[in-house]
């Protein structure tokens, strides 16, 4: 029955003269009395994304009216139900080139929801980057948007994550973290700690993200170490450039967080020849931050007793008599 209904709604697409014919409603009106069912089957979801390939491939401009509310129609129908549980990904969709010239008239039409229709459609496809990098400098300009739904806001982190900081930083770095800055991602957001981990840490060592990454970025790094341990210690990321920088610029709560993730990486039994530039940071940040020593005992606690044993022991070595000192 989708089958048919595709083929009708393909010949509806593809004839001049109903393509042609401004006063007529009756494709537009098909489509909108599909939307509007409270079931359809998830067969319904190819026959939409296989109409959006149709009508990008036959308008001559996809940004013509008509041929907008279509496209739209279209996309509302296939993945606007489909949104159960958050999950995404595995439907099998076939990607054409022609479902590239969505992006442009989607984003820049500005409804949230049809941006996420447009990303659940792309997040589908098993490897989404390519895709996904299509559209990466309208991710960014969606920081201007005032709010974000749930939906929407669940995508774009998915996204992000798919696309990681390397892309991102080729375009505009900044408006990136105006992004993150507006979507607040929490730990419980993120279903990937390890590539989150490699996009913040990535982020960290770019000149832009060390000074413009938010604050609770810093904090979601140490929270992902946590929630994974050995989540860094492959990824070759420290950067002796962050740690002086941090303590020049007296960045003393991003400077405890890059100190933690950073220990925390390397694991308590296994020395480092970079252990000497963190015990060098160990007086400053320590003193200059009143609780900052509490906190990083805070996390080394949650992480175990051998690290946070490790953790006592190095501060000590750092800095005879710190330990119970009244300034921590």
């Not at 010949?11 to 079931?39: F, Q, V, Y």
């Not at 996420?116 to 980057?129: F, I, N, Q, V």
């Not at 509490?294 to 949650?302: H, I, S, T, Y």
Request: hydrophobic share 35%; aromatic share 8%; net charge neutral.
């Amino acid at each position: 029955m989708s089958e048919q209904l595709f083929q009708a709604i393909a010949r509806a697409i593809n004839d001049p003269i109903l393509r042609n014919t401004h006063d007529t409603h009756l494709l537009p009106d098909i489509l909108r009395s599909i939307s509007m069912w409270k079931s359809r089957p998830i067969l319904f979801t190819e026959l939409a994304y296989k109409c959006c390939s149709v009508i990008c491939k036959q308008s001559p401009d996809i940004n013509e009216e008509r041929s907008k509310t279509l496209l739209f129609l279209s996309l509302e129908i296939g993945f606007r139900h489909d949104f159960r549980d958050k999950k995404v990904g595995g439907s099998g969709l076939t990607h054409t080139e022609h479902h590239r010239k969505m992006a442009d008239v989607v984003f820049k039409q500005g409804d949230g929801e049809v941006v996420a229709d447009l990303l659940h459609a792309w997040m589908s496809e098993k490897s989404p980057t390519d895709l996904l990098d299509t559209c990466a400098s309208y991710i960014v300009d969606l920081r201007h948007l005032q709010s974000f739904s749930p939906r929407l806001r669940h995508l774009l982190i998915r996204s992000i994550q798919c696309i990681g900081y390397p892309r991102f930083e080729q375009i505009e770095g900044e408006g990136l973290f105006e992004l993150l800055d507006h979507l607040r991602i929490r730990i419980e957001d993120i279903d990937d700690n390890i590539q989150w981990g490699k996009l913040l840490s990535a982020a960290i060592r770019s000149t832009k993200g060390l000074r413009c990454l938010p604050q609770e970025y810093w904090e979601l790094l140490a929270e992902l170490v946590i929630s994974s341990p050995r989540l860094l210690r492959t990824t070759g990321f420290y950067d002796q450039h962050v740690t002086k920088s941090l303590e020049e610029a007296k960045e003393w709560g991003k400077l405890r967080c890059w100190f933690f993730a950073v220990w925390a990486s390397w694991g308590p039994n296994k020395p480092h020849s970079k252990e000497e530039d963190l015990k060098s940071v160990v007086p400053s940040l320590f003193r200059s931050q009143p609780g900052a020593y509490r906190k990083v005992e805070g996390w080394m606690e949650r992480l175990g007793q051998s690290e946070l044993e490790a953790f006592r022991q190095m501060c000590e070595q750092a800095n005879p008599g710190m330990i119970g000192g009244d300034t921590l």
